[in-house]
C-alpha cells in the first residue's frame, strides 16, 4: 500500500523556521520525483519545490527561492522541506506528492504527481 506520510506542521512565528519531512512506503522511493505543494484556504494548490530522484535537480517558485531548501535522503525514504524567514503568506497545508522519474512534463503539475499525502498544516503568525 502506497502511503506519503507527512509530520506535523506547527504554528510558528513570521521571521521564523519549520522543518517539514515526509516519509515513503508502497513503492521505490529511490526512482520517484518528488515535490512540495501547499494550499491556503480560498486558493488554488500551489507548487512549493522539486527534486529528482537522484538529487541532481531542484526546483523552486520565485515566492519561496532562497528561503525554501527541498532535499532527500533515499536510504530513508524520506524528502525534506527545510522553511526559513516563514512569512504569514506561508500558511496553508503543505503536501509532499510522488511522480515516477519517467515522467515528462512540468515539474510544477500537481496532475503529473501520482502519489499525495495527507497534508500538514503550517501556520505563520505575523
Known amino acids: 500500500q502506497v502511503q506519503l506520510a507527512e509530520s506535523a506542521g506547527g504554528l510558528v512565528q513570521a521571521g521564523g523556521s519549520l522543518r517539514l519531512s515526509c516519509t515513503a512506503s508502497?513503492?521505490?522511493?529511490?526512482?520517484?520525483?518528488m515535490g512540495w505543494f501547499r494550499q491556503a484556504p480560498g486558493k488554488e494548490r500551489e507548487f512549493v519545490a522539486f527534486?529528482?530522484?537522484?538529487?541532481?535537480?531542484?526546483y523552486y517558485p520565485d515566492s519561496v527561492k532562497g528561503r525554501f531548501t527541498i532535499s532527500r535522503d533515499n536510504a530513508k525514504n524520506t524528502v525534506y522541506l527545510e522553511m526559513n524567514s516563514l512569512k504569514p503568506e506561508d500558511t496553508a497545508v503543505y503536501y509532499c506528492?510522488?511522480?515516477?522519474?519517467?515522467?515528462?512534463?512540468?515539474?510544477?503539475?500537481?496532475?503529473?504527481?501520482?502519489?499525495w499525502g495527507q497534508g500538514t498544516q503550517v501556520t505563520v503568525s505575523s
Open positions: 508502497g513503492f521505490t522511493f529511490s526512482t520517484y520525483d
Open positions: 506528492a510522488a511522480r515516477a522519474r519517467t515522467t515528462s512534463g512540468d515539474w510544477n503539475a500537481a496532475g503529473l504527481y501520482a502519489y
Open positions: 527534486i529528482r530522484f537522484n538529487s541532481l535537480t531542484l
